[in-house]
Nanobody
């Protein structure tokens, strides 16, 4: 089993920045991919960004604004979010893939509003 604990969500004004973090614990060997998804009000969960080894992948709607990074020494993945827009309001979920199985965090809420 892999346990994921997210932090860093909150309320931010449009144009502002936030950083989310997700720490993995438990059986963390063989984790291949780490990433972030989000689910906005009335919407389906969607991919935001993933990092696999040294490769990153971003959804088009966050390219140039969000940056995903990974600290392997601390088994933590980060999502730096800048130039936030009201449409970025969502619950953000951490995701890891280990041996072909997906694990999810509990989610952290990000609200972008003035």
């Amino acid at each position: 089993q892999v346990q994921l604990v997210e932090s860093g969500g909150g309320l931010v004004q449009p144009g502002g920045s936030l950083e989310l973090s997700c720490a993995a614990s438990g059986n963390i060997f063989s984790i291949s991919s780490m990433g972030w998804y989000r689910q906005g009000p009335g919407k389906q969960r969607e991919l935001v960004a993933t990092i696999t080894g040294g490769s990153t992948n971003y959804a088009d709607f966050v390219k140039g604004r969000f940056t995903i990074s990974r600290d392997n020494a601390h088994n933590t993945v980060y999502l730096q979010m800048a130039s936030l827009k009201p449409e970025d309001t969502a619950v953000y979920y951490c995701n890891v893939i280990r041996n072909g199985r997906a694990y999810w965090g509990q989610g952290t809420r990000v609200t972008v509003s003035s």
